[in-house]
């Protein structure tokens, strides 16, 4: 035998077509894997002492092993609370992490009250967005709420003076 017939036999045993089919239909399916959060949309919303929303900014945030540090969330709190010349602060922050089972999505829509996707932070810790679905990692949020600063007019406090009766000191008495 020959070594162009021997290639040729290989070719037959190691015939790799498919393969690819599998990793098409992988491809395919792939929107439906678990993947890590890796970007998140944040969402700061603006509110003026009127109570209306006057101003909506949205922009994406890159985190890393599915966490917002705590000190990156002081830092972008930091950075948002000022706009416009004007101070705000913060009202309240929330998470939204869309983690349903591949099984559950068909349940999830027919009864969304069972599902806790929303998540209401009321300390200033890491958040943590658990794995989703690839197809729906994109509803992954952050909101951030920040409502105007009353202006406080400085110098014009009021002092207080307290008054403290003076002790009467006892009178001493002479011995005769």
Same mark, same amino acid.
């Given at each position: %035998? &020959?070594?162009?017939?021997?290639?040729? &036999?290989?070719?037959?045993?190691?015939?790799?077509?498919? %393969?690819? &089919?599998?990793?098409?239909?992988?491809?395919?399916?792939?929107?439906?894997?678990?993947?890590? /959060? @890796?970007?998140?949309?944040?969402?700061?919303?603006?509110?003026?002492?009127?109570?209306?929303?006057?101003?909506?900014?949205?922009? =994406?945030?890159?985190?890393?092993?599915?966490? *917002?540090?705590?000190?990156?969330?002081?830092?972008?709190? @930091?950075?948002?609370? #000022? +706009?416009?010349? #004007?101070?705000?602060?913060?009202?309240?922050?929330?998470?939204?992490?869309?983690?349903?089972?591949?099984?559950?999505?068909?349940?999830?829509?027919? =009864? /969304? +009250?069972? !599902?806790?996707?929303?998540?209401?932070?009321?300390?200033?810790?890491?958040?943590?967005?658990?794995? &989703?679905?690839? !197809?729906?990692?994109? *509803?992954?949020?952050?909101? *951030?709420?920040?409502?105007?600063?009353?202006?406080?007019?400085?110098?014009?406090?009021?002092?207080?003076?307290?008054?403290?009766?003076? %002790? #009467? $000191?006892?009178?001493? $008495?002479? *011995?005769?």
């Amino acid at each position: %035998m &020959s070594t162009s017939e021997e290639n040729s &036999s290989d070719d037959e045993l190691f015939n790799d077509d498919w %393969m690819k &089919s599998i990793e098409e239909e992988a491809n395919e399916y792939k929107k439906f894997f678990y993947t890590n /959060t @890796d970007n998140i949309q944040l969402n700061t919303i603006y509110i003026n002492r009127n109570n209306e929303i006057f101003d909506i900014h949205k922009n =994406n945030y890159a985190i890393e092993n599915n966490m *917002l540090k705590r000190e990156e969330l002081l830092k972008l709190i @930091d950075e948002k609370s #000022k +706009k416009n010349k #004007k101070k705000y602060r913060l009202l309240s922050i929330l998470s939204y992490n869309f983690d349903i089972d591949n099984d559950e999505i068909q349940y999830y829509f027919k =009864n /969304t +009250k069972n !599902y806790k996707v929303l998540k209401i932070h009321k300390n200033l810790n890491t958040i943590v967005w658990n794995k &989703s679905i690839n !197809y729906f990692k994109d *509803l992954n949020e952050l909101y *951030l709420v920040f409502i105007e600063k009353k202006n406080q007019e400085r110098g014009k406090t009021r002092r207080i003076f307290i008054k403290r009766k003076k %002790m #009467k $000191k006892t009178k001493k $008495k002479r *011995l005769k």
